[in-house]
């Protein structure tokens, strides 16, 4: 079954003398506890849409032109921002690149965990209330404009520090009480990041976005993290769409791909079937950049070239600049979004309309 829906989601960055359109009509779905992988290279919105989906967007300059984001039949485009924010952990939660910048330095680990736990406590109340009791709730702000229900104190009481402790478990840290009682700058950054996870987590949503989790790891500590984040789809029945610029992360741990070319989704495919029979010309391109992993004397192919410029993008096609296989209508009008074989969509004129 479908968990979200993202159809036609435009969102430009407008500012006095320009306007950069970051996504430019998205079309993308995620069933339940399914594993999905948005690539692409840097600049091609991957950020934006998952800041789009729990309303993260820094507003102004980013605005939603057009499109809706429609989670379990309500579309989050269109809600107050104040009643966005009970869905924002608990039911769409978000893991960010550096979970040193995320984490608080002065607090220890396990208050941090029990303020998310409690956070989750009051903002499912407030799901569960009635709409008027709601927004009688969320306009009760404080001196920064947050609302005072959703701003407990941090402190670990012996049922918060279980569950928090539960939490660390899942994620696989061995002391999970030790853990609780140190600061995010005594923790490894592999450790941080199972943190971040694991507060995530607490706050039990049915999705999880991941915005390139593994980056600032080893390779040791970023296959330890995929293989967790995989094996907790089943145990906890989320579901996660990985933020990634690394087909191979992709290709160990998703189930579906979808790559992104300058704000636009070029392809969508099951993994076996993208890696197997890649269609469009762009993710033939990133394929063939990565190296065998045995001597031959083939040799890695860049793709030519460079991104096109947002702020004055080109009419058609957006990448037939870099195309080997560019026809003349490609530059006419932009190619549809269209699915050549069950499950696997394209978005190229080499393939129909």
């Given at each position: ?13 407008e500012f ?6 970051a ?21 091609c919105?991957k ?11 820094p ?6 032109v ?12 269109k ?5 966005l924010?009970?869905y ?20 220890r ?5 029990a303020?998310a ?5 009051s ?16 306009h ?7 609302p005072k229900?959703?701003?407990?104190k941090?402190?670990?009481?012996p ?24 600061y ?13 996870i ?7 949503p ?8 593994t980056?600032?790891l ?7 993290v995929?293989?967790l984040?995989?094996?907790?789809i089943?145990?906890v ?14 290709s160990q741990v998703?189930d579906?791909?979808v ?19 890649p269609?469009?010309?762009y993710?033939?391109g ?11 004397d083939?040799m890695?192919?860049p ?25 003349d ?6 190619p549809?979004?269209?699915e ?14």
């Amino acid at each position: 079954m479908t968990l979200i829906k993202i159809e036609h989601l435009k969102i430009a960055y407008e500012f006095h003398e320009w306007r950069l359109v970051a996504l430019n009509g998205i079309d993308l779905e995620i069933g339940e506890k399914e594993f999905l992988a948005v690539v692409g290279e840097s600049g091609c919105g991957k950020s934006t849409l998952a800041l789009s989906m729990i309303g993260l967007l820094p507003s102004p300059p980013a605005r939603v032109v057009d499109g809706s984001i429609i989670y379990k039949g309500t579309d989050l485009v269109k809600l107050d921002p104040k009643r966005l924010r009970t869905y924002r952990g608990t039911e769409i939660a978000m893991i960010f690149q550096e979970p040193l910048t995320s984490l608080n330095p002065v607090y220890r680990i396990g208050d941090q965990m029990a303020e998310a736990i409690m956070i989750r406590e009051s903002r499912t109340n407030m799901l569960d209330a009635s709409e008027t009791q709601v927004m009688q709730k969320v306009h009760r702000t404080d001196a920064v404009g947050q609302p005072k229900a959703l701003r407990p104190k941090r402190k670990l009481t012996p049922e918060l520090k279980k569950e928090a402790m539960e939490a660390l478990k899942l994620v696989r840290i061995a002391d999970p009480e030790q853990v609780l009682e140190r600061y995010p700058f005594e923790l490894s950054g592999g450790m941080r990041q199972r943190v971040m996870i694991a507060m995530a987590l607490s706050q039990r949503p049915k999705l999880l976005v991941a915005d390139e989790p593994t980056t600032a790891l080893d390779v040791t500590t970023q296959a330890q993290v995929l293989k967790l984040m995989k094996e907790l789809i089943n145990e906890v029945n989320t579901s996660i769409m990985l933020i990634t610029h690394d087909l191979a992360v992709a290709s160990q741990v998703a189930d579906r791909v979808v790559v992104m070319y300058a704000g636009d989704v070029v392809e969508d495919a099951g993994v076996f079937d993208l890696f197997e029979h890649p269609l469009h010309p762009y993710t033939k391109g990133l394929l063939s950049c990565i190296p065998s992993g045995s001597k031959d004397d083939t040799m890695l192919m860049p793709i030519p070239g460079t991104v096109p410029d947002l702020v004055n993008p080109p009419i058609g096609c957006r990448y037939a600049e870099r195309c080997p296989s560019v026809m003349d209508v490609c530059r006419g009008k932009p190619p549809k979004l269209t699915e050549v074989s069950p499950g696997h969509k394209v978005s190229c004129f080499l393939y129909g309309e």
